[in-house]
């Protein structure tokens, strides 16, 4: 029923990442959604805009997937090979199709609606069959977030597995929780299922506000100490506009600034942005504030731009942290 891509996968990979793809289309007028004529196509993903951060900065990545056999599905893989994204294990389902959102337009730094069509797509689909223990192996690192977490019951036994395997291999493993409630049967079936996949984690970047939903805890130190008892090793808590707040397993801790942006676009990405920044330079061998430094800096870019994952940039354009 189901077929693989052709693209042989080759050598060893930094980051492997699972997740959902979908084609975007964001208004070319701002206001209504209804009322927008013209659409600009992109690709959208919270682990895909991951996977592009990193692969733009030189790290080899494999991001695995399903697609459905349809022109959003080719569109997918289109941007995936102009990235240079490893898709090896991206299998074209013949049965369902490729999800795909509609953006309105802002152009005030609000956040803008988005509209998903996504039930029952390809990717949803994902489960434990999807894991291939060469491939995974091959990765120094596994990225996961808490949107994949949500397409499913097969794709979060996908990813719980996958975890589990990276764990015992002794692969380092990041989580960023991206809440995605509307994805949820409840917020306490949320809650309980994210805490359990960030235990396998060594580094958990949550925002402030997901943080108080997860734990319940207000403060950074509180959120950080909840994740830490539980074996993580590093927690980085997102606070907007201040950075972010730090804590590791050794009781170091700390605040690293923001930087401040005075054109912000598009809000939809900053976090993806963070992520690749931070996780391209612990696996650097830099510091954690040096990885946090490097992260703010992607998320402030990301912000400037429309689209997802538009404004990430390449080695050169990043500079020198």
């Given at each position: 029923?189901?077929?693989?891509?052709?693209?042989?996968?080759?050598?060893?990979?930094?980051?492997?990442?699972?997740?959902?793809?979908?084609?975007?289309?964001?208004a070319r007028e701002t206001g209504d959604l209804a009322a927008a004529e013209t659409f600009v196509k992109r690709?959208?993903?919270?682990?895909?805009?991951?996977?592009?951060?990193?692969?733009?900065?030189?790290?080899?990545?494999?991001?695995?997937?399903?697609?459905?056999?349809?022109?959003?599905?080719?569109?997918?893989?289109?941007?995936?090979?102009?990235?240079?994204?490893?898709?090896?294990?991206?299998t074209v389902d013949k049965r369902y199709a490729t999800g795909f959102q509609l953006k309105s337009k802002v152009?005030?730094?609000?956040?803008?609606?988005?509209?998903?069509?996504?039930?029952?797509?390809?990717?949803?689909?994902?489960?434990?069959?999807?894991?291939?223990?060469?491939?995974?192996?091959?990765?120094?690192?596994?990225?996961?977030?808490?949107?994949?977490?949500?397409?499913?019951?097969?794709?979060?036994?996908?990813?719980?597995?996958?975890?589990?395997?990276?764990?015992?291999?002794?692969?380092?493993?990041?989580?960023?929780?991206?809440?995605?409630?509307?994805?949820?049967?409840?917020?306490?079936?949320?809650?309980?299922?994210?805490?359990?996949?960030?235990?396998?984690?060594?580094?958990?970047?949550?925002?402030?506000?997901?943080?108080?939903?997860?734990?319940?805890?207000r403060q950074p130190e509180a959120i950080a100490d909840f994740y830490l008892d539980k074996g993580v090793k590093?927690?980085?808590?997102?606070?907007?506009?201040?950075?972010?707040?730090?804590?590791?397993?050794?009781?170091?801790?700390?605040?690293?600034?923001?930087?401040?942006?005075?054109?912000?676009?598009?809000?939809?990405?900053?976090?993806?942005?963070?992520?690749?920044?931070?996780?391209?330079?612990?696996?650097?061998?830099?510091?954690?504030?040096?990885?946090?430094?490097?992260?703010?800096?992607?998320?402030?870019?990301?912000?400037?731009?429309?689209?997802?994952?538009?404004?990430?940039?390449?080695?050169?354009?990043?500079?020198?942290?």
């Amino acid at each position: 029923m189901t077929t693989h891509h052709t693209m042989h996968h080759n050598g060893p990979l930094d980051v492997v990442t699972i997740g959902e793809a979908m084609a975007m289309f964001i208004a070319r007028e701002t206001g209504d959604l209804a009322a927008a004529e013209t659409f600009v196509k992109r690709a959208a993903g919270a682990e895909l805009n991951v996977a592009t951060g990193l692969a733009r900065l030189g790290l080899k990545v494999g991001w695995v997937s399903r697609i459905g056999d349809d022109a959003f599905g080719r569109f997918i893989c289109q941007q995936l090979e102009k990235e240079g994204i490893d898709h090896a294990r991206v299998t074209v389902d013949k049965r369902y199709a490729t999800g795909f959102q509609l953006k309105s337009k802002v152009d005030d730094g609000s956040d803008p609606l988005v509209e998903y069509f996504r039930k029952g797509s390809a990717a949803s689909h994902l489960s434990v069959d999807d894991f291939d223990a060469d491939y995974f192996g091959s990765a120094r690192h596994l990225h996961l977030s808490g949107v994949a977490a949500a397409l499913s019951e097969s794709s979060l036994e996908l990813l719980k597995h996958t975890a589990k395997e990276m764990r015992a291999r002794g692969k380092t493993i990041s989580f960023d929780p991206n809440l995605r409630p509307v994805l949820w049967r409840s917020e306490e079936e949320m809650r309980k299922q994210l805490n359990l996949l960030a235990e396998y984690a060594d580094w958990v970047l949550p925002g402030e506000k997901e943080g108080l939903i997860l734990t319940g805890y207000r403060q950074p130190e509180a959120i950080a100490d909840f994740y830490l008892d539980k074996g993580v090793k590093a927690v980085v808590i997102k606070i907007g506009c201040d950075g972010a707040w730090y804590k590791t397993a050794q009781g170091e801790q700390g605040q690293v600034e923001a930087i401040k942006v005075d054109n912000v676009v598009d809000t939809v990405g900053a976090g993806d942005g963070f992520a690749v920044g931070v996780i391209s330079a612990l696996l650097e061998g830099q510091s954690l504030p040096q990885a946090i430094r490097r992260g703010n800096k992607i998320g402030s870019m990301a912000i400037q731009v429309i689209g997802d994952s538009e404004g990430l940039p390449t080695r050169q354009q990043l500079g020198d942290v």
